[in-house]
C-alpha cells in the first residue's frame, strides 16, 4: 500500500504534477504528502539567506499546486548535500514512494555531474517514481509492467494491479522480453499467463506483450508503442546490508537495466524495489 508519499520538489513543477495524477487514482486518494526542497550549502552566509527564502517560496508554490487536503501535506525545507537529505526525511517518514525529477543522465555522467536522483536510487531501497525533465504527465489509465519470473517483477505486477484495481477505463500492458518461446501468443507465455490470471481475480483489464531482442531498448519501445502512461520496473536492491549507506560505483558503471530504462523511457518510471537474497 501507498500511505505515505515523499514528493523532492526543485522548482520546475513536474513532480507536483506527478503527484496530482497519482492522487487522482482511488488506491492512493488517502495517501499524506510530504513536500521536500534541499538547499545545498553556500560559502557566503549571505548567499544562504537568499537560498533559503527561495526555498521557500519553491516549497510554498509546490504545497499550493497539489490537489490534497492540506492537512495531509508536510512541507519540509532542508538545509544540506539532497542526495543525502533525500534519503533520510524518506527514512524519518517511512515513505512508501519517492517521488524525483530526473535529468536522464547516463551512469556516468550521472557519476560526474552529482545526480541526485541516481544516488537516491542507489542508498534507498524504497519505490521511486522518476520524471524526466522533458516527461510530459498524463493521466494514468494504462500502465505497463516489464514482466519476468524475478521476485522484483511480481513486485511492480503487485504494485501495478494495487493502482490499477479501482481505475475506470483502466488498463495494465504485461511486457516479456525474450520468452523461453518467442513463438508462442503473447498470452501463452507462461510468466505472462500466470500475471493475466492475477489481473483477472482483480478484475483489472490486461494487454499481453512479447518481444524478443535488448530488454531495455524493447521495454522502452513497448511503453512507447502502448502509449503508457506509466511503466512500472522491478530492480532489486543488490547492496548488502553492511554497504547500505556506502555508493556501489561497480554497479553505476555497470550494466543497469534500470537505468538504462530510466535513461531512455518517454513515460514516468516507477522502480519496485525488493531486497535481494
Known sequence: MIEKIL???AGRGLCEEMANQLLDIPAIQRASITVLHVVPPQIVAEDMAGKLEEGGKILAEAVKTLNVDPSKVNPRLKQGDPKTIVCEVADEENADLIIMGSRA???L?????NSVSQYVFQLSGRPMLLVKDDTYVKKIKR????MNKSQ???KGLDL?????RDVKGGQIVLAHVNPADPNARPEDDPVLAAAANEAKKM?????????????????CRIADETNADLLILGSPDRRPSVAK??????RLLSQSLSDYVRVNAECPVLLARTPEA
Open 152 to 154: 522484483s517483477a511480481q
Open 143 to 146: 500502465v505497463m509492467v516489464a
Open 203 to 219: 478484475g483489472v483489464d490486461y494487454r499481453c506483450v512479447t518481444s524478443k531482442g535488448k530488454a531495455g531498448e524493447e521495454i
Open 245 to 250: 549507506n556506502l555508493i556501489d560505483l561497480d
Open 7 to 9: 514528493v523532492a520538489v
Open 160 to 164: 501495478a494491479l494495487y493502482l490499477m
Open 105 to 107: 543522465l547516463g551512469r
Open 109 to 113: 555522467r550521472s557519476i560526474l555531474e
